[in-house]
T-cell receptor
């Protein structure tokens, strides 16, 4: 069983819409959760991090964490074509040496 | 300031050769990580260094892989007797102490084993 699961997509949304990306994780003791954006051929770029249940907003991005459901999501408001990328969910599991465990990523395309 | 620097950006080698990949973390970052991203495999953890402590090597796929970190800064990942399945992008990340494990990635080294 994979430790971090994401829908691989592709997910397509029209420009200006809200893109919703979802991630579930298996280790209930996980404490730290991250969203990275990766453009094709580039390295992952940190978008958001969240540690506590609830919502965390940063500009057009909102991360949502529900530890009881072992679920973390990323909402992108007013999606732009430049948001088209693969979004990676990453978790630091309990007992780990602080390395990130990544999901397989969701490919997002924002259509102009 | 400067980000995580990796070299070379691309490396093509023949099967059976040894390769060395270099990572220069962000200045002052005490934690350094190596990951590998293979086509269709996603990102996987290889090894972790924290300050002068013994590294966590639990992610290394075989004994052909090794890494060292000199002076708590620059790290070198060595792959001996390369195989075709070693072809991947090797990513290095660093994190400052007490930063709740926020990791910043370098641009990676794309390794192709022919």
């Amino acid at each position: 069983q994979k430790e971090v699961e994401q829908n691989s997509g592709p997910l397509s949304v029209p420009e200006g819409a809200i893109a919703s990306l979802n991630c579930t994780y298996s280790d209930r003791g996980s404490q730290s959760f991250f969203w990275y954006r990766q453009y094709s051929g580039k390295s992952p770029e940190l978008i958001m991090f969240i540690y506590s249940n609830g919502d965390k907003e940063d500009g057009r991005f909102t991360a949502q964490l529900n530890k009881a459901s072992q679920y973390v999501s990323l909402l992108i408001r007013d999606s732009q074509p430049s948001d088209s990328a693969t979004y990676l969910c990453a978790v630091i599991s309990s007992g780990s040496a602080r390395q990130l465990t990544f999901g397989s990523g969701t490919q997002l395309t924002v259509l102009p | 300031g400067a980000g995580v620097s990796q070299s070379p950006s691309n490396k093509v080698t023949e099967k059976g050769k040894d390769v060395e990949l270099r990572c220069d973390p962000i200045s002052g970052h005490t934690a350094l990580y190596w990951y590998r991203q293979s086509l269709g495999q996603g990102l996987e953890f290889l090894i972790y260094f924290q300050g002068n402590s013994a590294p966590d090597k639990s992610g290394l796929p075989s004994d052909r892989f090794s890494a060292e970190r000199t002076g708590g800064s620059v790290s070198t990942l060595t792959i001996q007797r390369t195989q075709q399945e070693d072809s991947a992008v090797y990513l290095c990340a660093s994190s400052p102490t007490g930063a709740k494990n926020i990791q910043y990635f370098g641009a990676g080294t794309r390794l192709s084993v022919l």
